[in-house]
C-alpha cells in the first residue's frame, strides 16, 4: 500500500448506509477524506429485502462521501450480518511434511485447509477462517509456527459462515450500484477493529455493536477473536415500542428516543415532560420522560440480558477482565453503560472509532464502527499475500472457490 492510496468501507446498515472514504497518510495511516451518511431502505435485520432500493441508499450514500473528498471511487469494503450468520471453532492437524524440520508457510496452509473441512449444506458458505492458535507438538499458544521445529502442527480456527443468498445479494446491491466488492467483513469483527484496543483484546473484551436491526458480538482474548454472533434485535424494537406505548407515529417515536430517551427509569427525575404527536392527526400530548424511559428499559434490558446470556454459553463468560465496549448507533442511549453494568455485571464502557485523523469529529460516533473497522481492515487485509481470497469470483464461481482463507491473522 502506498501514500494516497483510497479504501472504502461501505456498512450496508438497517437503518442506514454509510460509506467512509479513507487516503493513507505519510505513516500510511488512514485518514478520513469523505463521509456518507444516507437512510437505508431496503435492508431489514442485516439482510437486503429490497434489492432496488438498497442500490439506491448505497449510490446516495457513496455519491455523498465522493463529493466530500473530490474524487471518484470504484471499489470498497463490505460489511455482512444478519441472523443467517453463525460461527464456530474447529481444529485441524497435520503432519509437518520434514518431519522435525522447519515448519514451512505449505504446512501453515495446510492446516488451516485440513481445519476448514467442515461438513457445510449447500445453501451455506464460509466468510472467515481466522486462526486463533496454532499448537507445535502440544506446544499451545503459538501465533505465527513458520519457522518453528515440530513434528506435529495443529491450530484453532473461527469459522464464521453464512446464507450463501444473503452474501450473493449485498454484491449484487453494490455491484449494481457501480462499485466491486473488494472483500465481505462479518460487522462485528469490522467494528472491534474499529473501537476496541490491542490491551482490550489481550485481557479479553466482549464487544457489542447495537444497530438498528441487529445486536452483534465478538469475544476476544489473548488478542485472538473467540467468538462471534449476530442476534436480530436492535434500537429499531426499541422505537417501535415507543410508537406503540406513546401511540405516536414511528418517525415520531425515533425522534423522541434520540432526544429524551434514557435507557434506566429511575435516572429521570419524574418531573421532566416532553410532547409528541398522536397517531393520524390526533393532538400532541404531554408525556414524562419517566414514562419514556419505563417503555425504553424493558427492552434495552432483554437486548442486553439475551446478549450476556449468550456471552455465558461461551467458555469466556467469566474470563473477561476488559469487561464489555458498546458501540453502534443504540450505544447513543443515555444510561445504557449504567444497565449494561448492572445485567454484565462486568465494567461497561461505550466505544468510538479511534486510530484515524480527517473528519474525527464526525467520525468518532458510534455508528461509523462498522465502516471505519471496514477501513482499517482493507487496510491490513491488503498486506495479505499468502493466498488469493477468491472474492472476484464469489458470485459465480462454484461454493468451494469462495471459501475464505486467512492465513494471517488480523487482529
Ligand atoms: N441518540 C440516540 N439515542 C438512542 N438511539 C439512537 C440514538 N442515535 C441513534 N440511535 C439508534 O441507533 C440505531 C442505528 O444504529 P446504527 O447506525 O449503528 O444501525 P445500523 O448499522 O443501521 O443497523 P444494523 O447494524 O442493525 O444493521 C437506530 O435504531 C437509532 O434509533
Ligand atoms: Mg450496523
Known amino acids: ?45 442485516g439482510t437486503v429485502v429490497n434489492l432496488e432500493q438498497t442500490v439506491e441508499s448505497i449510490k446516495r450514500a457513496v455519491v455523498e462521501a465522493e463529493r466530500m473528498a473530490g474524487c471518484k471511487v470504484d471499489s470498497c469494503y463490505v460489511g455482512i450480518a444478519g441472523s443467517h450468520i453463525s460461527s464456530m471453532n474447529c481444529r485441524g492437524v497435520v503432519a509437518v511434511e520434514k518431519a522435525g524440520g522447519e515448519i514451512t508457510p505449505k504446512d501453515k496452509a495446510r492446516v488451516i485447509e485440513q481445519a476448514k473441512t467442515i461438513g457445510l449444506p449447500l445453501d451455506r458458505e464460509i466468510i472467515h477462517v481466522i486462526p486463533i492458535e496454532f499448537i507445535v507438538d502440544d506446544q499451545p499458544g503459538i501465533l505465527d509456527p513458520v519457522g518453528m521445529f515440530g513434528k506435529r502442527l495443529e491450530v484453532e480456527v ?55 436491526g441487529t445486536t452483534d458480538m ?20 426499541i422505537t417501535s415500542d415507543i410508537a406503540i406505548g406513546l401511540r405516536t407515529p414511528t418517525k415520531e417515536a425515533e425522534e423522541t428516543k434520540k432526544r429524551y430517551g434514557c435507557a434506566l427509569a429511575n435516572l429521570v427525575d419524574e418531573d421532566q415532560t416532553f410532547t409528541v404527536k398522536g397517531v393520524g392527526g390526533r393532538s400532541e400530548k404531554q408525556v ?9 428499559e424493558p427492552r434495552v434490558e432483554e437486548i442486553l440480558t439475551l446478549t450476556n446470556r449468550e456471552m455465558k454459553k461461551t467458555e469466556f463468560g467469566e474470563l473477561l477482565a476488559a469487561g464489555v465496549v458498546l458501540t453502534g448507533g443504540s450505544a447513543h442511549l443515555e444510561g445504557i453503560e449504567t444497565i449494561a453494568e448492572q445485567i454484565f455485571d462486568l465494567p461497561v464502557k461505550v466505544g468510538k472509532p479511534w486510530g484515524t485523523s480527517g473528519l474525527t469529529d464526525i467520525i468518532a460516533d458510534p455508528i461509523f464502527a ?31 472457490s469462495r471459501m475464505r482463507d486467512w492465513l494471517k491473522e488480523f487482529f
Open 370 to 400: 462498522t465502516s471505519v473497522g471496514l477501513v482499517r481492515y482493507g487496510i491490513g487485509k491488503q498486506n495479505l499475500t499468502l493466498l488469493p481470497s477468491g472474492t472476484e469470483d464469489r458470485l459465480f464461481g462454484n461454493i468451494l
Open 288 to 296: 414524562s420522560r419517566r414514562i419514556l424511559a419505563s417503555i425504553i
Open 218 to 237: 465478538a469475544i476476544f482474548k489473548e488478542g485472538s477473536i473467540r467468538h462471534t454472533q449476530v442476534l436480530g434485535i436492535g434500537g429499531e424494537h
Open 1 to 45: 500500500m502506498a501514500k494516497g492510496e483510497r479504501i472504502v468501507g461501505l456498512d450496508l446498515g438497517t437503518t442506514k448506509v454509510a460509506a467512509v472514504i479513507a487516503e493513507l497518510d505519510e505513516n500510511l495511516e488512514p485518514r478520513i477524506v469523505g463521509i456518507g451518511l444516507t437512510p437505508s431502505h431496503g435492508m431489514r435485520r
Open 158 to 212: 473461527h469459522i464464521v459462515t453464512g446464507a450463501v443468498t444473503s452474501a450473493q445479494n449485498i454484491y449484487r446491491s453494490i455491484e449494481r450500484a457501480g462499485l466491486r466488492v473488494k472483500d465481505l467483513v462479518l460487522q462485528p469483527l469490522a467494528s472491534a477493529n474499529a473501537v476496541l484496543e490491542a490491551d482490550e483484546k489481550e485481557l479479553g473484551v466482549l464487544l457489542v455493536d447495537i444497530g438498528g
